[in-house]
């Protein structure tokens, strides 16, 4: 197997790994605990906000056995995120799953509940225990940084629960569309947002749901972000797999499809692994591309062509796309 070239969102190779090696023989009684710790410290491997990102180093380290290159002690007791996976049977009995059939305007004000920071955890076992259960691709700890949500009614009945994670490494479509270079995306990275899961209950069967929720999430998204992590957030992104869904609500929405993904996966494998799909952004400014993109010469000169289409940003989505719309199963 080809060593990767990237894990985790960090630029990987032959020094990397002798690094984690020499670190491993130096320390064969360590726990994974104290070893993914170490590494990320080594690496001086933090968020924007100087917070440790030692699940990402244990990530990567777990990968790195998984594909053969290291061996890891053997793990002393069980994860405290269940090995990424929900506990089955986490919270069902507390949904009212009778049939959600009726007009969005008779369930607006739609309720937006961030459910990842600290505080009761009962929102976010559901919320986690739903998407096991009815998303087509299950549900698994999120690593880093995210945003949970779970939609509700005006009156407070669930609706639908949405996840954000750390944007994909490598995607050539929003790359350039941005306008990234290696070193600008590197560098700006944590400033794009990830929709990693969206979906609407499966009892719940209302027109134009999915594309007001998008809507109302664009509205306060940087908001929470900014109040959870004291960070900008410029953009979203999300991929949509075309043999499951045509992304209506996405477009209804006004999310813009810069492209279509190559196959290779989130952190860039050099041959295809995954679903084409395709890529949608939306930007959450008028300037979002020159947010995360360093000022150019260009930019002091009035003469400079611009792109017309630079400081555009997507309407407020009206969300009537009609009865093709997505609304049960997960996007």
Request: proline share 8%; glycine share 6%.
């Amino acid at each position: 197997m080809q060593l990767p070239t990237t894990l985790q969102g960090r630029p990987f190779g032959p020094a990397q790994l002798a690094e984690i090696r020499a670190l491993l023989a130096r320390h064969p009684a360590a726990s994974r605990y104290w070893l993914s710790r170490h590494l990320a410290t080594l690496w001086n491997w933090r968020t924007a906000n100087g917070q440790l990102k030692d699940m990402a180093a244990r990530t990567l380290l777990l990968k790195l056995q998984q594909q053969g290159w290291i061996q890891l002690p053997a793990c002393r007791r069980p994860s405290p995120t269940r090995s990424g996976k929900v506990a089955a049977g986490v919270g069902w009995l507390a949904l009212d799953e009778r049939p959600v059939v009726a007009s969005l305007a008779s369930l607006e004000p739609l309720r937006l509940e961030e459910v990842s920071q600290w505080g009761d955890p009962e929102p976010r076992r559901q919320l986690e225990a739903c998407l096991e259960r009815y998303h087509y691709l299950g549900y698994r700890s999120r690593v880093g940084q995210n945003l949970q949500y779970w939609v509700r009614s005006a009156a407070g009945r669930p609706l639908a629960c949405v996840g954000f994670g750390a944007a994909a490494w490598q995607c050539a479509a929003r790359d350039q569309w941005i306008g990234w270079t290696a070193a600008q995306r590197a560098q700006r990275l944590p400033q794009v947002l990830n929709n990693t899961r969206f979906l609407i209950l499966p009892w719940v069967r209302v027109p134009h749901l999915a594309s007001r929720i998008l809507s109302a999430l664009s509205q306060q998204i940087r908001a929470d972000w900014q109040a959870k992590y004291r960070q900008p957030l410029w953009l979203l992104e999300t991929f949509v797999e075309r043999e499951r869904f045509a992304g209506t609500a996405y477009q209804a929405a006004n999310w813009l499809c810069v492209g279509r993904t190559c196959g290779r996966g989130r952190q860039g494998p050099h041959q295809p692994s995954t679903s084409i799909k395709e890529v949608y952004v939306y930007p959450l400014h008028r300037r979002s591309r020159q947010h995360l993109t360093p000022p150019t010469p260009d930019d002091d000169d009035p003469h400079a062509q611009r792109d017309p289409t630079a400081d555009a940003t997507p309407r407020r989505a009206l969300g009537n796309v009609g009865p093709t719309e997505p609304v049960p199963g997960g996007l």
